[in-house]
C-alpha cells in the first residue's frame, strides 16, 4: 500500500514542492511516526525542503552538519542508521514534533537515510517518534527501499528544472540560479513567492531597480537576488551605504580621485563605480544623497561615465543600478529633497517589499531561522516556541521587521537562559520573554495607522463597520492565525479554537476561506 502511495505521487503530473511534500506525508503515515523531514545539503548545512509532523517554523532551520552528530551520521553512511532510543546524541528535532498539550517533548526514536543523485549526496531523510521501540531493523531495511523512490522524485524534479531552463534558453533567458545562492530568503507566503517571481523575471533585464520597503524588511537580499539571477551574476555586486557616505567624501567614494585630488589623497583610488564595472551597483538608503552628489550620480546613469576627482578624462564603465530606500521618494521631490531626473532615472521598475506583517505565517518561519541560530550559538540542546509565543509572534505588527524579529528572539533566548533554563534541556520559550507588548503595537493598529488591512480579533477596524462584518473579520483572522500556528493542520487548528472540526470547515467556507 506504501510502495503505491510513493509511486501515485512520483508519477503525478504535480509541482516539485507539491511532490515531495506529499512524500513525506506519505511516509508519515507508512510508518506511524510522528515526523518525517527530507533535507538537502549545501556547504554542510541542511535546509529543510518538506517537512510533515514539525512545527511549522521547523521550516526556517538551518542544521549546520557539524553541529548535529546525528545528522552528521545519517549523512555519511550509504545505509539507513537506527538510534536506539536511549543514544546520548542529541536529536535536533527535539521539541519541534506536533504534540497535544501534554504530551512529552523528547524525540525517543529516530532513524534516518542520505540520498544521493546521480552519485552526489543531496541530502538525508529522517524519521522522529515520540514512542520508544517504533523503528526496528525491519523498518530500516524498509527505509532503503523507499529512499530510492524519493532519490528518484528528486531526480524527476530536476529533470523538470532543466527542462525550464531549456525552454527559457530556447526564448533567449538565462536559468535561474539556485535557490540558496547569494542570500536566502525565507518564507512561503503567496504575496513574498510572486514577488520572488517577479524579481527573476526583471533580473535577466538590464533594467534600473528601485527596492522600496520599510526598515528591516531585507532590501539587501533582494539586491542580492537580482543581482545572482541577473546575466552578471559571474562580475562583482558592489554595496554602498549611502546613508554612512559624508557628503565630502561622497563623490570620492562613488568616482574615485586621483593623487593629490585633495588633502589626504595619497594615491589614485578607483570609486565604487569602477569596482562594479560589468557587474550590479547596490545603492542602499539612496535617498540619504545630497543633492550636489544626486546630480552627478545623474551625469553617471545617464552616459555611462564616470570622472575621478582631479582627472579631466571620463572613464565608461558598465553597471547595473539596483537602489533602495526607506523613503517615500515621491515625497521627497515634491519637497525639493531628491531631484526628480534622478528619481525616475531609477525607478524604471520600482519594487514593493511587503512588510513581515503582510507575509502571513513567515514570522515562524523566520523565527525557527533564528531559533536555530540562537540555539547553537549559546549552546541549547532546542530551543522552541510555545503556542501562546507563536500566537504573540503573528498577532504583532513588527515595525521594525525581519531585524526587530531577529532581536525578538536572541532576547527571548537569553531571558529564558536568566530565568534558570537549563542548555541542557529543551527551552520554551514563553510570550512574555518575547516582550512585545512594550510597543503596543498590533495588527489592529497598524489598521489604524494606514498601515495593513488584517484586523486582531477584538479589535475593530472602524467604527462605522456593521457589526455583522467586525465579527466576521475577526473570525478570518483567528482561524488563519490558528492555521499558520498549525502548519495549515485543520484538525489542529480547531483543537486550538476549541470548535468541532467539521463546524470550522463550514464556518471556513462562509466566510471564504477555504
Not at 516539485?16 to 506529499?22: A, I
Not at 507508512?30 to 548545512?45: E, I, K, N, Q, S
Not at 522552541?384 to 532576547?411: D, F, K, T
Request: charged share 25%.
Amino acid at each position: 500500500m506504501l510502495d503505491d502511495s510513493l509511486l501515485a505521487d512520483l508519477t503525478a503530473d504535480l509541482p516539485s514542492v507539491v511532490r515531495l511534500q506529499r512524500l513525506v506525508r506519505t511516509l508519515r503515515e507508512g510508518f506511524r511516526c510522528g515526523a518525517v523531514c527530507l533535507l538537502r545539503v549545501r556547504d554542510d548545512v541542511l535546509a529543510p525542503v518538506a517537512v510533515e509532523g514539525l512545527v511549522r517554523e521547523a521550516l526556517g532551520r538551518r542544521f549546520e552538519v557539524a553541529r548535529h552528530p546525528r545528522l552528521a551520521a545519517i549523512l555519511t553512511s550509504r545505509r539507513s542508521t537506527l538510534f536506539p532510543p536511549d543514544s546520548s546524541l542529541p536529536d535536533p528535532y527535539d521539541g519541534l514534533v506536533e504534540q497535544q498539550p501534554g504530551e512529552p517533548l523528547h524525540v525517543h526514536d529516530c532513524m534516518g537515510i542520505s540520498l544521493h543523485v546521480e552519485g552526489e549526496p543531496w541530502g538525508v531523510l529522517t524519521l522522529d517518534a515520540l514512542v520508544a521501540g517504533t523503528f526496528d531493523e525491519a523498518a530500516c531495511t524498509a527505509l532503503e527501499r523507499y529512499a530510492l523512490l524519493v532519490e528518484a522524485a528528486v531526480r524527476v524534479s530536476r529533470l523538470e528544472q532543466e527542462v525550464r531552463a531549456l525552454r527559457m534558453a530556447s526564448h533567449g533567458m538565462l536559468p535561474h540560479a539556485e535557490p540558496g545562492e547569494g542570500g536566502e530568503i525565507l518564507g512561503h507566503s503567496a504575496g513574498l513567492q510572486r514577488l520572488l517571481n517577479e524579481l527573476d523575471v526583471v533580473a535577466e533585464s538590464d533594467l534600473p531597480v528601485l527596492l522600496m520597503g520599510e526598515t528591516g524588511v531585507g532590501k539587501e537580499l533582494f539586491a542580492r537576488r537580482l543581482h545572482q539571477r541577473s546575466p552578471r551574476r559571474e562580475q562583482p555586486l558592489v554595496q554602498v551605504n549611502c546613508a554612512a557616505l559624508p557628503e565630502t567624501l561622497a563623490e570620492s567614494e562613488l568616482f574615485g580621485h586621483v593623487k593629490g585630488a585633495f588633502s589626504g589623497a595619497t594615491a589614485d583610488r578607483a570609486g565604487r563605480f569602477e569596482a562594479a564595472d560589468g557587474g550590479t551597483l547596490f545603492l542602499d538608503e539612496v535617498g540619504e544623497l545630497p543633492l550636489p552628489i544626486q546630480a552627478k550620480l545623474l551625469r553617471a546613469l545617464q552616459n555611462g561615465e564616470v570622472q575621478r576627482l582631479g582627472e579631466d578624462t571620463p572613464r565608461r564603465v558598465d553597471v547595473r543600478i539596483i537602489a533602495a530606500t526607506n523613503r517615500r521618494l515621491a515625497d521627497g521631490v515634491r519637497e525639493g529633497h531628491f531631484r526628480a531626473d534622478l528619481y525616475h532615472r531609477l525607478s524604471v521598475y520600482p519594487v514593493a517589499i511587503p512588510p513581515l506583517r503582510e507575509r502571513d505565517s513567515d514570522v515562524l518561519v523566520l523565527a525557527g531561522h533564528f531559533l536555530e541560530i540562537n540555539r547553537a550559538r549559546l549552546g541549547v540542546r532546542s530551543l522552541r516556541l510555545a503556542p501562546a509565543a507563536e500566537a504573540a509572534l503573528l498577532a504583532y505588527a513588527w515595525p521594525g521587521n525581519v531585524r526587530e524579529l531577529e532581536h525578538v528572539i536572541s532576547r527571548a533566548a537569553i531571558k529564558a537562559l536568566g530565568h534558570g533554563a537549563r542548555r541542557d534541556d529543551i527551552v520554551t520559550l514563553e510570550p512574555e520573554w518575547l516582550d512585545l507588548s512594550h510597543g503596543k503595537t498590533l495588527k489592529g493598529e497598524a489598521l489604524k495607522a494606514g498601515r495593513d488591512e488584517s484586523a486582531v480579533p477584538g479589535v475593530a477596524s472602524s467604527t462605522d463597520e456593521p457589526l455583522r462584518s467586525q465579527v466576521e473579520s475577526a473570525q478570518r483572522q483567528a482561524i488563519r492565525q490558528a492555521l499558520a500556528a498549525s502548519g495549515d493542520n485543520w484538525a489542529n487548528a480547531a483543537r486550538r479554537l476549541a470548535v468541532d472540526p467539521s463546524n470550522l470547515h463550514k464556518l471556513a467556507r462562509r466566510l471564504g476561506i477555504k
